[in-house]
């Protein structure tokens, strides 16, 4: 193994293990986390979240896509749930931070193309 090979499977690690650290201490679910563009290019969807077993007063929920960097959708209690107006795009990411800007939790929607 080469030192630059060493080293990229070391990020790789390094980037995997604050991913899941990140996103297991809060809850952020989505539904429909997938859905069909024969249906329209864009949905809405239901945002669930909870981070009460963490003892945090608060969070923000951002939501972003590719072509837009992430701003805050809603500043939540630490359980709750809502629904997005139908703007929702293949792509879109939610993510959950503490009142610190530490991340929780992120979930992002996907579209299957239409092929009628």
């Known amino acids: 193994m080469t030192a630059r090979t060493a080293i990229q499977m070391y990020s790789t690690i390094c980037l995997l293990l604050t991913l899941l650290i ?3 201490r809060g809850k952020l679910d989505i539904s429909p986390q997938h859905f069909s563009q024969c249906e329209g290019l864009s949905t809405s969807v239901h945002v669930r979240w909870n981070i009460s077993e963490n003892d945090r007063p608060g969070a923000k929920i951002y ?13 939540v209690n630490p359980s709750g749930e809502a629904d997005t107006e139908k703007a929702i795009y293949d792509g879109t990411t939610f ?4 009142a610190q800007g530490v991340l929780l939790a992120r979930r992002t929607v996907t579209a299957e193309s239409c092929s009628k």
């Open 22 to 24: 990140g996103c297991s």
């Open 95 to 98: 993510t959950l931070r503490d």
């Open 63 to 75: 939501i972003s896509d590719v072509n837009h960097q992430p701003r805050i959708w809603k500043v």
